[in-house]
């Protein structure tokens, strides 16, 4: 399989690649939910948050190069999604940006850096101030513009 995949054609054809194997992984209980989170690998910790309807294995190609880089790739599972857990509350950003905080807080996140994933939740850390999570200012997209658009392309197309 190719490196890059910006149009995302590989992704669709074979999924993601199977996550490494991790000994430090767990939950953590939240607001009425279990909270799923694991670790990868050593050095400034890397916070992956999928998008909706998604999973931590998404994931699959980035902890490998995380892991090759120095990074420890931290992956959470959503409220409602993957492993974790939820109660009969709606979705929101509150609740699954509080659900991030206590993984930071309980599990092993100290000197949390950069951050990538779905960019509204960590957002929704940064309006809200919160002196934990200030270092968690550097948000990068899990798409691009032009994936976004191709993506709905393909949709509209279906």
Not at 10 to 19: I, K, R, S, T, V
Not at 66 to 71: A, D, T, V
Not at 117 to 131: E, F, I, N, T
Not at 133 to 158: I, V
Request: net charge positive; with cysteine.
């Amino acid at each position: 399989m190719e490196i890059y995949d910006d149009d995302l054609k590989n992704f669709e054809a074979e999924g993601a690649a199977p996550l490494p194997v991790t000994n430090d992984c767990g939950y953590v209980e939240n607001n009425g939910a279990r909270i799923w989170y694991a670790s990868y690998g050593f050095g400034s910790p890397v916070i992956l948050l999928h998008g909706g309807l998604g999973h931590s294995g998404n994931w699959g190609y980035q902890v490998p190069a995380l892991i090759k880089n120095g990074y420890r790739a931290v992956l959470i599972d959503s409220r409602g999604h993957g492993r974790s857990t939820r109660d009969s509350r709606p979705f929101s950003y509150e609740l699954m940006a509080s659900d991030v905080l206590t993984v930071m807080l309980r599990s092993t996140c100290e000197g949390l850096r950069p951050a990538i994933g779905y960019a509204g939740k960590l957002q929704w850390l940064r309006r809200r101030r919160q002196p934990h999570a200030t270092d968690a200012t550097q948000l990068l997209r899990t798409r691009s513009r032009e994936n976004r658009r191709a993506c709905r392309d393909r949709a509209e197309r279906a």
